[in-house]
């Protein structure tokens, strides 16, 4: 059986379903909102939607690989950030029900001004850019050596795919494909936790047990997704997009669900990389699980893949979209919303073709958002505009000594791997905190 052949066919067959399933966006409601025969998302589509757009492909093999690193230790550590639905679905509930507000756009401009509005965007526009190299790339890993032909060309391929229903129909597309996609990722993931646990050397007893819980055995990282969970979601527009479709409590609910829903897939996928752990394997847990399987496996973790990469691509298309055309008031019309879609895929597979170094350097992390944690936290409170500039680029340079490993070592005060994530983002959001609220103490 030829690999290859079978894995060009789940996607092209899996993308040209979706492209012909997908609604046609006819107006701008249905494009940059979702809204089809005046009807929001329901609780059930929002939930679904939420939680695939968040396991994309990098998310998924991160989990798997740090189940093989430190046991189930890794995978609940990894799991830590989906608290940020929960952060988010409580603290935007109260801006659109006290605050009145219709988008982070909005609730931007009318506290801190234009200035800290372009900023904003500035960041979550390198966010979005990053989610497009970021996914393509995994999805090439499957098809051959990073910089090798068929590596290039699955990622040209997957790309344009999924850009024809993205464009098809927007908002509308990303959310109705995504929840085809919540249920294929779903029965795919029990297919393979079915067959793993099948074996006679790999139980339950053993996956629960293993790894320590240690802040060297991976509590470093979990602290650390905990503490981001607090403004990581706010700079990611595919999640907070979702957050002003449908009505106030229908969100929260939703977004209360996918906090626990989706920390548990992230879990029980990383019970992959356990089972790699128990069986002594190297290298990308996922990939070396599924050759050990055989074909058919392998070709199912592809399709996860597959399947959790698309859903973050279109969402990642329809998001930059509505930002440009909708919250930049850029064009507020169905050709610039396609239009921009397409902008954003072509500028967002450019670094596919560049370096490593390249890439590392255009990524924002989670830590250099820390900054908004004051922003959000405190909404209600009444400070001077310079405190969002003051606490934002707190966060981005402490991003940066972290990205240069240039923080001071004797502010680290755990041991192991992570350890200077958990600590930089501790002096960090204390500081982004402390500057925040500083202008309004010396004005009193």
């Known amino acids: 059986m030829n690999v290859q052949i079978w894995q060009w066919g789940l996607i092209v067959v899996s993308s040209l379903i979706l492209f012909f ?13 979702a809204t089809n025969n005046k009807k929001a998302p329901s609780a ?20 798997a690989n740090l189940g093989l690193s430190f046991g189930i230790v890794g995978g609940v550590a990894y799991a830590g950030y989906y608290l940020s639905f929960a952060v988010a679905g409580i603290l935007i509930y109260q801006l659109r029900v006290k605050g009145k507000f219709k988008s982070i756009h909005h609730f931007l401009t009318t506290k801190f001004g234009k200035s800290a509005m372009a900023l904003f965007s500035i960041l979550i526009s390198i966010r979005l850019f990053n989610e497009v190299w970021s996914n393509t790339m995994v999805i090439g890993s499957y098809f051959g050596e990073n910089g090798s032909t068929p ?7 997957f790309t344009v795919l999924t850009l024809a229903y993205a464009i098809k129909g927007g908002l509308s597309s990303s959310i109705f494909t995504d929840v085809i996609q919540m249920v294929l990722f779903s029965v795919l993931l029990i ?29 470093n990282l979990f602290f650390a997704a905990i503490l981001q969970s607090f403004s990581y979601p706010f700079h990611d527009p595919v999640l907070t997009d979702r957050a002003f479709l449908s009505s106030p409590k229908v969100t929260r609910k939703s977004f209360l669900w996918a906090s626990f829903l989706g920390a548990l897939c992230i879990v029980l996928f990383s019970l ?11 290298g990308q847990a996922a990939v070396e699980v599924g050759k050990a399987f055989g074909v058919v496996i392998l070709l199912v973790i592809n399709f996860i893949m597959i399947t959790s990469a698309a859903s973050t691509l279109d969402s990642t298309f329809s998001s930059f979209s509505k930002m440009l055309a909708v919250d930049l008031k850029l064009g507020d019309n169905l050709t610039f919303g396609r239009l921009s879609m397409a902008v954003i895929a072509i500028l967002g597979t450019i670094p596919v073709f560049l370096n490593a170094e390249i890439l590392s350097a255009t990524t924002i992390s989670g830590t250099m958002v820390i900054g908004l944690t004051p922003v959000f ?7 001077p505009k310079i405190s969002f500039h003051l606490s934002v680029l707190c966060g981005i340079i402490f991003g940066l000594l972290l990205v240069f490993d240039i923080f001071p070592k004797t502010l680290i005060l755990t041991q192991g791997k992570y350890a200077d994530l958990l600590w930089v983002n501790v002096w960090g959001i204390i500081c982004c905190i402390l500057l925040y609220l500083s202008p309004s103490w010396i004005k009193k």
Do not use: C, R
């Open 44 to 63: 059930l589509w929002l939930t679904g939607s939420l939680i695939i757009s968040w396991i994309f492909a990098k998310s998924i093999t991160n989990a």
């Open 191 to 219: 297919v393979i936790l079915g067959v793993i646990f099948s074996t006679n050397n790999f139980t339950v007893t053993e996956a629960v047990t293993s790894g320590g819980w240690t802040f060297e055995l991976g509590l």
């Open 151 to 157: 590596y290039y060309w699955a990622i040209l391929v």
């Open 21 to 33: 399933l997908s609604p046609l966006a006819k107006h701008k409601d249905a494009f940059f909102k």
């Open 377 to 383: 936290l405190f909404w209600q409170k009444k400070v």
């Open 272 to 282: 992959i990389g356990v089972y790699a752990l128990s069986q002594g394997m190297q």
